[in-house]
């Protein structure tokens, strides 16, 4: 069974900003990043092209103790002015409002940016940590087993989390929820076009 994990699902509002952040080095920037914690695998699960760098190891976490590293889109990287994606790699990023001040991680990876909302929405500049959990599991399923599959998850749960509570819901219906009020909007448009067409015909067949 395929899975992942991150502390935010694709198609739910980022709540996590943090402004202050620069490259190390460099001046502070008034500018406020979007962050998350994903899964080593988080970026192949979705399909998410690597565009410069490398992936996150399986074995990385940034809540450790040990060396932080961060992946970035190229949305984030275009805020710091470089143009080559390549350029940005091996560079640490750097919290000047942090107290004390701190290096946040050294940066070994782009993406390419994807639409975390809906795509009327902007991508917005992101750092990714890497951890080892997440508030969100993600999981591959076949349709044809799809009850199958929902209780044996449902199960295991249960079993590792005895008393708390689970919740789960299909990634592509929670997207979907998102347009229903453009298919609202499109269709009252449509007829509204509609209905001045068939004005102005009424008004041409009157003359």
Known sequence: MDYTFSTISPGEKNGWVKGGISLKGQEKLDYQFF????????FQFFNVPLIAGRQFFS???NWTGG???LILNKEAVSVFGINNLNDIIGKTLFDYDSNPQQDIGEIVGVIDGYFQNSL???IKPTIFNC???GYYIFIKINSKNINEIVEEVTSEFRKYFEGQYFEYYFLNDFFNTQYKSHIQLFKCFTLFS???II???LSLFGL
């Open 35 to 42: 962050q998350a914690d994903v899964a080593p695998d988080f």
């Open 59 to 61: 074995d990385e976490n």
């Open 67 to 69: 060396p932080r590293h």
């Open 120 to 122: 009327d929405q902007e």
């Open 131 to 133: 951890d080892q959990g």
């Open 194 to 196: 509609i209905m001045a």
């Open 199 to 201: 004005i102005v015909s």
